[in-house]
């Protein structure tokens, strides 16, 4: 693995094919999408902000060029590889001037918080949005004599409540897996621990144990479904997401590798529990903010 991401990462050349194509690829497995943008995120931390601009110009045009040839729509891929490549950049650019993980996971949450807001300003009434996007794929995709129209109609308007902050918890939670494998192959290259370290050290800062339950009680309190404070909630829910799995890494990593078996099943747990299992590895990240259960850990030992 070493032996490729150095090949990858060995010129210019190199790092806009390897974009290209896992960004190719990613239309067939989708995600191989977290991959190249890795791959961008990498290129910019390691040679700087103008080389990482290099490559996500250079493989958006490459990727116009294949798309063109290959589906006939140039344009459409050449946006669907900035939309990808470009947000990759600007966290390279971050990471390499914070130098904190947590702090450049942080900025991305605030700009999953803006994708919120947007929404609301440019489409008026997103649930409306996508609901009609939501209910129009249902009749494409269900037979009304299996699932009743009513039935459809139902669940379209109960996910399209949700979709404005879904959207944005999404796009936060793969920006940071792509930061965190980018991280992952520069300690491969530097032949350090550096990313287990800030992984296992990351913590959001205090304002977000004040934000997330002054996000979510208006929803609750509400007859008239989510607010938009609420979808913020979906966004803070994300960090703690990534903050409660920092907390399991640094609990198994103090404890040895007779406790490795953990991890696995806390990671199968949470794949076979969506959605209960995000919000219980959630709660003990949000917990953690307040108890700091890595510093009593450490005591102990």
């Known amino acids: 693995m070493k032996a490729l991401i150095a090949w990858v990462m060995k010129g210019r050349t190199q790092a806009i094919m390897a974009t290209t194509v896992s960004g190719m690829l990613a239309l ?19 040679n700087g902000a103008r080389e990482g601009l290099v490559v ?42 914070s130098r904190s993980l947590s702090k450049t996971i ?17 489409l008026g009434d997103p649930n409306a949005y996508w609901d009609g996007l939501i209910t ?3 009749k494409l995709q269900f037979d ?3 699932v009743p129209e009513a039935d459809q109609q139902a669940l379209a308007t109960a996910i399209a409540g949700w979709m404005p902050g879904g959207v944005a918890a999404s796009w936060l939670s793969s920006s940071s897996v792509a930061v965190f494998i980018a991280l992952w192959m520069q300690a491969k290259l530097n032949q350090t621990n550096e990313f287990g370290q800030a992984f296992r050290a990351f913590a959001v800062s205090r304002v977000w144990l004040w934000l997330v339950p002054i996000t ?11 607010t938009l404070l609420g979808q913020l909630y979906l966004v803070g829910t994300t960090l703690f997401l990534l903050q409660g799995l920092s907390v399991a890494h640094a609990w198994v990593h103090q404890k040895g590798e007779s406790k490795r078996g953990w991890i696995y099943g806390l990671y199968f747990v949470l794949f076979v529990g969506l959605p209960y299992s995000v919000t219980a590895i959630a709660a003990a990240g949000f917990a953690d903010g307040w ?8 005591s102990k030992d």
């Open 144 to 146: 009304t004599a299996v």
């Open 291 to 298: 108890l700091n259960f890595r510093a009593k850990i450490q």
């Open 28 to 46: 067939m497995i989708t995600p191989m999408a977290l991959i190249s943008a890795a791959l961008v995120v990498l290129a910019t931390l390691r």
């Open 216 to 226: 979510l009680l208006p929803s609750l309190l509400s007859d008239q479904g989510p």
């Open 56 to 97: 996500v110009l250079s493989a958006g045009f490459a990727i116009a060029g294949l798309g063109g040839l290959i589906f006939n729509m140039p344009l459409a891929m050449a946006i669907m590889g900035l939309v990808l490549w470009l947000p990759a950049w600007g966290s390279g650019l971050l990471l390499g001037q």
């Open 136 to 138: 129009e794929y249902m």
């Open 106 to 122: 942080e900025i991305l949450a605030m700009a999953a918080i803006g994708l919120v807001v947007a929404q609301y300003l440019l």
